[in-house]
């Protein structure tokens, strides 16, 4: 059975920093397409960030130069580093697991709940 368990969400101040893990099981994690998805109090899923099958990487333009996501195979386990966060990055974060996800998918097609392996999520509050 897929698991998919995310930590490291809390609350935060302007400009400071979360670092989210997604701990893995259940499956060929070195081989898996992992990502990260968050949802805005009243907004809809969106994609953060993703490997794809070739080991590139996808931002979205809202977290470039501010998010780094990777991955730890020996420990089964993905990252997001979040810096210079903002209140806008608010949300329930969300890991995902895919077998294969094609080039641009992240930017033709948004996250969807029932395609994939999700996680329950954990909350990022960024406040003063």
């Known amino acids: 059975e897929v698991q998919l368990v995310e930590s490291g969400g809390g609350l935060v101040q302007p400009g400071g920093s979360l670092r989210l893990s997604c701990a893995a099981s259940?499956?060929?994690?070195?081989?898996?397409?992992m990502s990260w998805a968050r949802q805005a109090p009243g907004k809809g899923l969106e994609w953060v960030s993703g490997?794809?099958?070739?080991?590139?990487?996808y931002y979205a333009n809202s977290v470039k130069g501010r998010f780094t996501i990777s991955r730890d195979n020996a420990k089964n386990t993905v990252y997001l580093q979040m810096n210079s966060l903002k209140p806008e990055d608010t949300a329930v974060y969300y890991c995902?697991?895919?077998?294969?996800?094609?080039?641009?998918?992240?930017?033709?097609?948004?996250?969807?709940?029932?395609?994939?392996?999700w996680g329950q999520g954990t909350q990022v509050t960024v406040s003063s």
């Open positions: 259940g499956f060929t994690f070195s081989s898996a397409v």
């Open positions: 995902a697991k895919h077998d294969f996800l094609r080039r641009s998918y992240y930017s033709d097609y948004g996250p969807r709940k029932d395609f994939g392996s």
């Open positions: 490997f794809y099958n070739d080991g590139t990487t």
